[in-house]
């Protein structure tokens, strides 16, 4: 019931706040109308009840209009000597109000009762004119029969029409509420589009400054408390935006001094006589540029200024295994269709390629595909390894993270791959998923949204 209606309701702050004053007027309203139907009520029923008490008073001081077992009819009073029968349904309102009357006036009853009835209008000249002039008018005619004990065993009565309702007044009410509805949300809805136009600038604003690290500042508008919002948020952005490429310096600077000593230490092991340590010192000094490599690069993660360009995926990943088949990596792709993403091309082949050798050092082999689907493209590498436990998914995608716990450069990295992978989708807007293979292995897919 209630995830229904969360879907229904309106997302944005501007909506909601109209949908509350909505509801708000529309209660309002709703007790405006049972205390307007109230009153209503209570005057019809007085219109009906107090001709027929004045005629009963008059009546009662006139002793010379008593008859016994008269004629009853509109407008009369009868004398019964026992209780008369009477038809139609009891109204207790009408007996309380006649009561009330009668001490009003000063005239003391022994018990009053009221009943009310329907009864055809009579035929005769002036009914039949009043019918050509209104032919829609009803046929029947409501009464209410008011009868009061006045001495023991010794009965009054008389009647008079009652009213039952009045047409123009539900009219009224809703013409009353639309006006009301017009006059209070037209406005509302006018300073909420002035509130909500500045704060819609600022979370594209944000949301920007999220992807890119780089965001125009927002124009200060709008009410004065969201007009400080915004320029909070654009001292903030400043900030932030100067923290950034001061980190951007910083890590170019290390770069340099840390590669500068690392080329002197690639000319000085050209020295070294035996060719065994010569090897491993130079694989040494190719992991530490690797390492580098990799820490500059995911230190940098969404900062890069490559432009966005649109691109068939599979001609890209067809032309990274390629690369890794001339190196004799047992690698192989699966005939895809064409699938077109603006992408930042060189960040989703290094993805690529991170997937790829993890796929051929940790699976023995890799197959590479993509798929598109009406939601999003996936470039998938699955291999034939072991896979890996499902409570170690997303650690795995944590910097400095390794399947085995040994630092042997021969089984691995230093465990920024993956987390190098997922700060390249999620700057692309996409994500990077590890699933286990039914048959066996470990299937890693880049899932960029179409868009």
């Not at 065994?276 to 130079?282: P, Q, T």
């Not at 991170?354 to 699955?382: P, T």
Request: hydrophobic residues 45%.
């Amino acid at each position: 019931m209630i995830q229904p209606l969360r879907r229904v309701l309106p997302k944005s702050l501007i909506g909601q706040v109209i949908l509350v004053v909505a509801l708000a007027l529309f209660v309002a309203q709703a007790i405006n109308f049972a205390f307007l139907m109230r009153e209503r009520n209570r005057m019809l029923l007085t219109a009906a009840t107090a001709p027929a008490v004045a005629r009963i008073v008059d009546g009662l001081d006139r002793q010379e209009e008593r008859r016994l077992g008269g004629r009853d009819g509109p407008g009369r009073v009868t004398f019964f000597d026992a209780k008369p029968a009477f038809s139609g349904h009891r109204r207790v309102d009408a007996e309380h109000r006649a009561t009330d009357m009668f001490a009003d006036v000063g005239f003391t009853v022994l018990s009053v009762e009221a009943y009310e009835g329907v009864a055809q209008l009579r035929t005769g000249r002036r009914s039949r004119l009043r019918d050509r002039i209104e032919p829609h008018r009803p046929r029947e005619v409501h009464l209410l029969t008011i009868a009061v004990e006045y001495q023991p065993g010794r009965w009054v009565t008389t009647q008079s029409r009652m009213s039952k309702g009045m047409p123009r007044l539900n009219g009224w009410l809703l013409g009353q509420t639309l006006i009301l509805y017009v006059i209070v949300l037209l406005p509302l809805l006018w300073v909420g589009r002035r509130l909500a136009r500045p704060l819609k600038d600022l979370t594209a604003s944000a949301r920007q400054f999220a992807a890119t690290g780089s965001a125009d500042p927002v124009e200060e508008r709008g009410p004065g408390d969201v007009r400080d919002l915004t320029t909070a948020f654009n001292a903030m952005r400043s900030r932030l935006r100067a923290m950034l490429d001061e980190k951007d310096r910083m890590l170019g600077a290390i770069g340099h001094d840390l590669r500068t000593p690392l080329a002197s230490l690639r000319v000085r092991t050209e020295s070294v006589e035996d060719e065994g340590e010569r090897a491993r010192m130079s694989d040494t000094i190719e992991e530490m540029n690797r390492m580098l490599e990799d820490i500059l690069s995911l230190a940098r993660a969404g900062r890069s200024m490559e432009p966005v360009i649109k691109v068939d995926l599979s001609a890209l990943a067809d032309a990274v295994v390629e690369d890794f088949i001339e190196l004799g990596s047992p690698v192989d792709m699966v005939d895809s269709a064409r699938a077109v993403a603006p992408v930042r091309p060189q960040l989703i082949r290094r993805a690529l390629r991170n997937l790829i050798e993890n796929a051929v050092v940790y699976g023995h082999r890799a197959h590479v595909s993509v798929v598109q689907d009406a939601a999003a493209i996936r470039i998938c590498v699955a291999d034939e390894g072991p896979g890996i436990a499902e409570e170690r998914m997303d650690e795995m995608m944590e910097p400095f993270t390794r399947l085995e716990g040994s630092r042997n450069r021969e089984t691995g990295g230093a465990g920024l791959g993956l987390a190098l992978v997922r700060a390249i989708m999620a700057e692309h807007g996409g994500a990077l998923r590890l699933a286990n293979r039914p048959d066996g292995g470990l299937e890693a897919s880049l899932v960029l949204p179409m868009a």
